[in-house]
């Protein structure tokens, strides 16, 4: 499906070089993973085994992508970048593992195979979370992460802050909660904003903190990761309702299942699409500071709104 | 009960100032956890008041009091030492919320009151453990907790180290495949090493860290963990097996119940209480590197084996 609004010229170019530099991205976080949590011949290689199953799975590494490209605005070392990057996606993984147990969303399928407790069992599962949510931040603190540990730190403090109960599992919290009360467009966009939302700002805001941004410069990338985040859950949503288990490789018409409210109950299909165009448009539009040189997190913004998985 | 040895002279006087040491620890700890983790008026509340459930509980603060009681072998500033030791009982409490989970141990009761999941319910649970974990890494990379950014990364990292897939997280592995495979006593000391000795290793280590202590010093307060964290463990399985749940505060006889391999069941009650009593004389030997200022360390060894919760 196109997106419902006609596509400037050059379009398809655009989108052809960020599916390429998508691609080497994840390749590249894939590879930094793997060297970061390695194979082991140990006891405990079972819990090893579940976290690399529950990260290295061909994911479309959105929010590492995301760190790579606001790291590169500033000339960030890409190593360095990568780490971080890896760091973001180990968080991202670990809240799906959770997020998939039986006591949560209770989901058999992630990105076509079977989720981490259904391949290994629910105790693994949890301790894998556990064990990649930690190593996350054993990353970020590494001297080879970034020379100067003030900038460590900060990596450390917005992660957590992003992560946390003010965060990602405020946000998870606030799912949980909706399930049972009626939430209505305030509410719901909090909840987004908390549980998807915080991690997308921190994979922008992490190129600003590697590479010493300017406050401008980091509004501006929060500006736009905030647009950003919104776009790709009301798209989330409208997947949830129009996409197919083929297409998104998870269960769909789990919302509408559970009577949870989401922007598409709220909004409808065709208003939902709408504001999904306009926010990426807004987002594109906090990037001017950059005078086209954050090409690329401007393409992301329409693959966002345009994809299918 | 009593130790098996005969107690040294003036042994009763300093078994009483360290039970006041601990309990105003124990309350500082609360204080400063209490100030961590503020009740909310949010909507997502729910999971900050099972955050609070779990942590703000009156435990003993075995590992807060490792933290503070190295810290001051330094002279490091109590309030720095209260934020660490904070952030090790976050750590601490999340891990006994996922442990106690169903599909992990399945516990109903801890330290005398229904657990987190039976209290709330398991999806609070499991993102109250997350919450937790993520709280203790933001805490530990705030200025206030160090003025120095490279002090607080080596926190980071050692937590990270102590907690995740090859500290406690992977012992957590271990006790599960130790339900089915038969662990001899090499294997079952590695994983009570990872299982709990990491942590108490951490705690011990956290205050060397922010007193930037001497080499020799950081060895002596890691061997003191290392001999400490298995008497500590060896008399948990002593009490498994002589200790009853209005002692203890937890369900007992779990782990002959699951035939899991123990440091009793390997060595015997007898051999597995001298084995303790040896390990706490050998830990309080490494202090004497510190000429008798550590003896509030020295007492709890004894306070370690002497303990009947």
Redesign the interface.
Known sequence: MEPSVPNPPGWTDVQTSLKQAMAACAQAVEDTIGRLLPSTD???A???DA?RYGCLNGGKRLRPFLVIQSADLFGVNPECAERVAAAVEMVHS?SLI?DD?P??DDSDLRRGKPTC?KAF????A??A???L???A??V????ATHE???I??QL??AL??A???HGM??????D??AETERFDLG?TT?LQR?KTGEMIAFSCEAGGILGRAAPPHRTALRAYAHDLGLAFQIVDDLLDVEGTEAETGKSVGRDAEAGKATFVSILGVDRARAQADLLAKQAVAHLDIFEGRAHLLEAVADFVVARRT
């Open positions: 140990l006891a405990e079972r819990v090893f976290m670990y959770h147990l006591a949560m407790h069992d629910e105790a693994t949890v301790l979370g556990d064990g949510l930690t190593l931040f054993e970020l603190a590494d001297p100067d540990p003030n460590r730190c450390v403090t957590a802050k992560a946390g109960g599992v405020g946000g998870q919290m606030l949980l909660i509410a909090r908390m």
